[in-house]
Protein backbone atom coordinates (compact mmCIF):
# COMPACT_ATOMS: atom_id res chain seq x y z
CA UNK A 1 0.00 0.00 0.00
CA UNK A 2 0.98 3.44 -0.15
CA UNK A 3 3.67 5.39 1.92
CA UNK A 4 3.26 7.77 3.91
CA UNK A 5 6.30 9.99 5.20
CA UNK A 6 7.05 12.98 7.17
CA UNK A 7 10.23 14.67 8.28
CA UNK A 8 11.11 15.59 10.79
CA UNK A 9 9.72 13.31 13.46
CA UNK A 10 10.42 16.42 15.79
CA UNK A 11 11.10 19.93 15.68
CA UNK A 12 11.66 22.38 18.43
CA UNK A 13 11.86 26.33 17.78
CA UNK A 14 11.99 29.13 19.16
CA UNK A 15 9.16 31.78 18.46
CA UNK A 16 9.14 34.10 15.36
CA UNK A 17 11.33 31.57 13.89
CA UNK A 18 10.52 29.81 10.52
CA UNK A 19 9.83 26.17 9.49
CA UNK A 20 9.61 23.84 6.83
CA UNK A 21 7.65 20.29 7.35
CA UNK A 22 8.05 17.90 4.19
CA UNK A 23 5.53 15.18 3.88
CA UNK A 24 6.85 12.56 0.91
CA UNK A 25 4.26 9.40 -0.43
CA UNK A 26 4.71 6.83 -2.64
CA UNK A 27 1.94 6.80 -5.24
CA UNK A 28 -0.22 9.10 -6.88
CA UNK A 29 -3.22 10.96 -5.03
CA UNK A 30 -6.09 12.79 -5.78
CA UNK A 31 -6.51 14.31 -2.33
CA UNK A 32 -3.75 15.67 0.18
CA UNK A 33 -4.58 17.43 3.33
CA UNK A 34 -2.45 18.84 5.83
CA UNK A 35 -3.95 19.17 9.91
CA UNK A 36 -2.84 20.68 13.14
CA UNK A 37 -4.01 18.21 15.85
CA UNK A 38 -4.72 19.94 18.78
CA UNK A 39 -4.39 19.58 22.67
CA UNK A 40 -7.77 17.64 23.14
CA UNK A 41 -7.45 15.70 19.69
CA UNK A 42 -9.20 17.27 17.16
CA UNK A 43 -7.71 17.80 13.52
CA UNK A 44 -8.28 21.31 12.29
CA UNK A 45 -7.68 21.95 8.89
CA UNK A 46 -4.91 23.39 7.25
CA UNK A 47 -4.94 23.36 3.55
CA UNK A 48 -6.64 20.58 1.09
CA UNK A 49 -4.02 20.83 -1.73
CA UNK A 50 -3.58 17.64 -3.94
CA UNK A 51 -1.33 20.04 -6.01
CA UNK A 52 -0.13 23.74 -6.28
CA UNK A 53 0.66 26.41 -3.57
CA UNK A 54 -2.01 27.87 -1.50
CA UNK A 55 -1.56 30.80 1.72
CA UNK A 56 -3.29 30.95 4.69
CA UNK A 57 -1.40 34.01 6.62
CA UNK A 58 1.83 33.11 8.27
CA UNK A 59 1.13 29.27 6.96
CA UNK A 60 2.21 28.02 3.27
CA UNK A 61 2.22 24.88 1.71
CA UNK A 62 3.21 23.39 -2.11
CA UNK A 63 2.43 20.60 -3.20
CA UNK A 64 4.27 19.01 -5.65
CA UNK A 65 2.73 16.14 -7.11
CA UNK A 66 4.61 14.65 -10.14
CA UNK A 67 7.04 14.28 -7.65
CA UNK A 68 5.42 13.18 -4.79
CA UNK A 69 5.75 15.46 -1.95
CA UNK A 70 4.17 17.87 -0.04
CA UNK A 71 5.78 21.11 2.23
CA UNK A 72 4.29 23.19 5.08
CA UNK A 73 5.79 25.85 5.68
CA UNK A 74 5.37 27.89 8.74
CA UNK A 75 6.81 31.36 9.55
CA UNK A 76 6.99 33.49 12.22
CA UNK A 77 6.24 30.86 14.25
CA UNK A 78 4.15 31.40 17.81
CA UNK A 79 3.95 29.50 20.59
CA UNK A 80 0.06 28.39 19.67
CA UNK A 81 1.50 26.66 16.55
CA UNK A 82 2.86 23.72 18.97
CA UNK A 83 1.09 20.70 18.30
CA UNK A 84 1.06 17.44 16.51
CA UNK A 85 1.00 18.82 12.43
CA UNK A 86 -0.06 15.88 10.48
CA UNK A 87 -0.17 14.61 6.27
CA UNK A 88 -3.13 12.86 4.81
CA UNK A 89 -3.37 11.50 1.42
CA UNK A 90 -6.55 9.86 -0.61
CA UNK A 91 -6.16 7.91 -2.93
CA UNK A 92 -8.15 7.65 -6.67
CA UNK A 93 -11.14 5.60 -6.56
CA UNK A 94 -11.00 5.23 -2.71
CA UNK A 95 -13.47 7.78 -1.80
CA UNK A 96 -13.29 8.73 1.55
CA UNK A 97 -10.61 6.93 3.10
CA UNK A 98 -7.73 8.94 3.90
CA UNK A 99 -3.49 7.63 4.91
CA UNK A 100 -2.04 9.52 7.18
CA UNK A 101 1.66 9.96 8.46
CA UNK A 102 3.38 9.43 11.46
CA UNK A 103 2.97 13.36 12.18
CA UNK A 104 5.57 16.06 12.82
CA UNK A 105 5.49 17.18 16.83
CA UNK A 106 6.66 21.01 16.67
CA UNK A 107 7.18 22.81 19.66
CA UNK A 108 7.37 26.57 19.78
CA UNK A 109 9.62 27.82 23.18
CA UNK A 110 8.96 31.70 23.95
CA UNK B 1 -22.62 26.19 10.18
CA UNK B 2 -22.15 23.77 12.67
CA UNK B 3 -18.97 20.99 12.58
CA UNK B 4 -18.98 17.71 12.77
CA UNK B 5 -20.36 16.36 16.21
CA UNK B 6 -19.45 13.46 18.26
CA UNK B 7 -20.84 12.09 21.56
CA UNK B 8 -19.68 10.92 23.79
CA UNK B 9 -16.52 12.66 24.11
CA UNK B 10 -15.17 10.35 27.20
CA UNK B 11 -16.28 6.64 28.12
CA UNK B 12 -14.56 4.13 29.68
CA UNK B 13 -15.57 0.67 29.40
CA UNK B 14 -14.52 -2.65 30.99
CA UNK B 15 -12.82 -6.07 28.72
CA UNK B 16 -15.41 -7.68 27.31
CA UNK B 17 -18.28 -4.89 27.02
CA UNK B 18 -19.25 -3.17 23.78
CA UNK B 19 -19.70 0.47 22.98
CA UNK B 20 -21.84 2.77 20.67
CA UNK B 21 -20.52 5.91 19.67
CA UNK B 22 -22.44 8.37 17.53
CA UNK B 23 -21.34 10.93 14.74
CA UNK B 24 -23.31 14.08 13.04
CA UNK B 25 -21.74 15.44 10.11
CA UNK B 26 -21.81 19.01 8.92
CA UNK B 27 -25.12 19.91 7.07
CA UNK B 28 -25.32 18.27 3.93
CA UNK B 29 -22.43 16.26 4.10
CA UNK B 30 -23.51 12.74 3.04
CA UNK B 31 -20.23 11.03 3.53
CA UNK B 32 -19.17 10.13 6.85
CA UNK B 33 -15.91 8.42 7.84
CA UNK B 34 -14.31 7.01 11.10
CA UNK B 35 -10.72 6.92 12.00
CA UNK B 36 -9.09 5.06 15.41
CA UNK B 37 -6.30 7.19 16.95
CA UNK B 38 -3.30 5.31 18.62
CA UNK B 39 -0.12 6.57 20.18
CA UNK B 40 1.64 3.06 18.43
CA UNK B 41 -0.60 2.93 14.84
CA UNK B 42 -1.15 6.71 14.34
CA UNK B 43 -4.29 7.67 12.76
CA UNK B 44 -5.62 4.49 10.43
CA UNK B 45 -9.21 4.47 8.60
CA UNK B 46 -11.70 1.88 10.04
CA UNK B 47 -14.70 2.53 7.21
CA UNK B 48 -16.87 5.38 5.35
CA UNK B 49 -20.48 5.09 4.82
CA UNK B 50 -21.97 7.14 1.83
CA UNK B 51 -26.14 7.04 1.76
CA UNK B 52 -26.55 4.48 4.17
CA UNK B 53 -23.99 2.80 2.59
CA UNK B 54 -20.31 1.51 3.23
CA UNK B 55 -18.15 2.01 1.16
CA UNK B 56 -14.98 1.45 2.30
CA UNK B 57 -13.65 -0.85 4.91
CA UNK B 58 -10.19 -0.98 6.87
CA UNK B 59 -8.11 -3.55 8.17
CA UNK B 60 -9.68 -3.79 11.29
CA UNK B 61 -11.60 -7.08 12.95
CA UNK B 62 -15.55 -7.68 12.82
CA UNK B 63 -16.03 -6.34 15.96
CA UNK B 64 -15.91 -2.96 15.02
CA UNK B 65 -18.79 -2.33 12.64
CA UNK B 66 -20.82 0.87 11.78
CA UNK B 67 -24.01 2.07 10.19
CA UNK B 68 -25.45 4.90 8.51
CA UNK B 69 -28.69 6.33 8.78
CA UNK B 70 -31.24 8.26 6.44
CA UNK B 71 -30.12 11.58 7.96
CA UNK B 72 -26.47 10.73 7.64
CA UNK B 73 -25.66 10.58 10.99
CA UNK B 74 -23.59 7.72 11.67
CA UNK B 75 -22.73 5.16 14.99
CA UNK B 76 -20.36 2.83 14.91
CA UNK B 77 -20.40 -0.11 17.36
CA UNK B 78 -16.68 -2.24 19.25
CA UNK B 79 -17.98 -5.20 20.18
CA UNK B 80 -16.26 -7.62 22.97
CA UNK B 81 -13.83 -4.90 23.71
CA UNK B 82 -9.68 -5.67 24.47
CA UNK B 83 -7.68 -3.61 26.01
CA UNK B 84 -5.97 -2.52 22.88
CA UNK B 85 -9.12 -0.56 21.96
CA UNK B 86 -8.57 2.24 24.15
CA UNK B 87 -8.06 5.11 21.55
CA UNK B 88 -9.35 8.23 20.50
CA UNK B 89 -12.30 7.78 17.77
CA UNK B 90 -12.56 10.18 14.95
CA UNK B 91 -15.27 10.78 13.01
CA UNK B 92 -14.86 12.76 9.86
CA UNK B 93 -17.73 13.72 7.21
CA UNK B 94 -17.25 15.44 3.63
CA UNK B 95 -19.58 16.71 1.41
CA UNK B 96 -20.35 14.64 -1.73
CA UNK B 97 -18.73 16.49 -4.64
CA UNK B 98 -15.34 17.02 -2.99
CA UNK B 99 -12.42 15.19 -1.49
CA UNK B 100 -11.81 17.22 1.99
CA UNK B 101 -12.68 16.00 4.75
CA UNK B 102 -13.34 17.65 8.09
CA UNK B 103 -13.30 15.94 11.84
CA UNK B 104 -14.94 16.16 15.01
CA UNK B 105 -13.62 16.40 18.15
CA UNK B 106 -13.41 12.55 18.84
CA UNK B 107 -14.48 10.35 21.07
CA UNK B 108 -11.49 9.14 24.12
CA UNK B 109 -12.60 5.33 25.21
CA UNK B 110 -10.23 3.76 27.47
CA UNK B 111 -10.77 0.18 28.23
CA UNK B 112 -9.70 -0.91 31.67
Known amino acids: GIQVEQSPPDLILQEGANSTLRCNFS?????LQWFHQNPWGQLINLFY???GTKQNGRLSATTVATERYSLLYISSSQTTDSGVYFC????????????FGQGTELSVKP | KAGVTQTPRYLIKTRGQQVTLSCSPI?????VSWYQQTPGQGLQFLFE???????NKGNFPGRFSGRQFSNSRSEMNVSTLELGDSALYLC???????????FGPGTRLTVL
Open chain 1, 27 to 31: DSVNN
Open chain 1, 88 to 99: AVGLYNQGGKLI
Open chain 2, 92 to 102: ASRPTSLDEQF
Open chain 2, 49 to 55: YFSETQR
Open chain 1, 49 to 51: IPS
Open chain 2, 27 to 31: SGHRS
